[in-house]
């Protein structure tokens, strides 16, 4: 198993452009989370997946959207990219309700 | 409102002592709290778990202590080595619909040779 597989792993940015993150799982997890951690902070919930075809938004889903066509992706796109949005962000998965996230290496993005 | 802090942000050890992190958290109805540790330039990966009818679990070297009656959570390294010294996140859930976990803001470790 890889586990869940982020790319790219860096990202430099200009105002105004747009992006995809990709999120990839091979472990048949229902549940996808993306996070953002900026400097000295906690992890903030983006947005999250209940199962393949459902979305929802989580603390800070301004500026972002994503899709979740399959079980195993997890894309969380940047439209009209911010400084504001510089970070590195984390995808999750688990597989149920209960149990711990088991994390991507994460993508350091830089927006100038 | 749902929190899970730290009460220190930093903690610096001799290598060979044993560590202690601590973690405080506000939601009784948590279920299930964990410990991950994040290296610099990495994701954060899962150290040991508890659930909420326990109060110790112990895995290699490490040790999770939960106290309800006070809403402490800490994590114990013993013997500690360098190659622990990371940003260590206690965290509580699962919450609401989304299932998520909250997580507290990190201690970072440094463990002095």
């Known amino acids: 198993n890889a586990g869940v597989t982020q790319t790219p792993k860096f990202r430099i940015l200009k105002i105004g452009q747009s992006m995809t993150l990709q999120c990839a799982q091979d472990m048949n997890h229902n549940y996808m989370y993306w996070y953002r951690q900026d400097p000295g902070m906690g992890l903030k919930l983006i947005y999250y997946?209940?199962?393949?075809?459902?979305?929802d938004k989580g603390e800070v889903p301004n500026g972002y959207n994503v899709s979740r066509s399959t079980t195993e992706d997890f894309p969380l796109r940047l439209e009209l990219a911010a400084p504001s949005q510089t970070s590195v962000y984390f995808c999750a998965s688990k597989r149920d309700i209960s149990g711990g996230y088991t994390f991507g290496s994460g993508t350091r993005l830089t927006v100038v | 409102g749902e929190s899970v802090g730290l009460h220190l942000p930093t903690l610096s050890v001799q290598e060979g002592d044993n560590s202690i992190i601590n973690c405080a958290y506000s939601n009784s109805a948590s279920d299930y709290f964990i410990w991950y540790k994040q290296e610099s330039g990495k994701g954060p990966q899962f150290i040991i778990d508890i659930r909420s009818n326990m109060d110790k679990r112990q895995g290699q070297r490490v040790t999770v202590l939960l106290n309800k009656t006070v809403k402490h959570l800490s994590l114990q390294i013993a013997a500690t080595q360098p190659g622990d010294s990371a940003v260590y996140f206690c965290?509580?859930?699962?919450?609401?619909?989304?299932?998520?976990?909250?997580f507290g803001t990190g201690t970072l470790l440094a463990v002095q040779p």
């Open positions: 965290a509580e859930g699962p919450v609401g619909a989304t299932n998520k976990l909250i």
């Open positions: 997946s209940v199962g393949a075809g459902i979305t």
